[in-house]
């Protein structure tokens, strides 16, 4: 599965990341880099989390980039 994530580099230089897709699905690191590690282990967890619960997986986010 694929899922969009966002990575902003807070005023202290953290890198937070988030999926937005599921919803309080959040990590952080000191580069970019671990942030994006960090963010993948988090939605695996969150996703196994859901599978125990019985709850729905979110389905994967298709993004396309344009030029204009």
Do not use: W
Request: glycine fraction near 6%.
């Amino acid at each position: 599965m694929k899922y969009r994530i966002v990575i902003e580099e807070d005023e202290d230089g953290m890198f937070a990341a988030e999926c937005p897709a599921l919803p309080g699905c959040v990590s952080q690191g000191k580069t970019r880099k671990e942030a994006l590690a960090n963010i993948k282990d988090a939605i695996k967890g969150y996703l196994e989390s859901l599978k125990k619960h019985n709850e729905p997986i979110s389905p994967s986010v298709y993004e396309e980039m344009v030029e204009v």
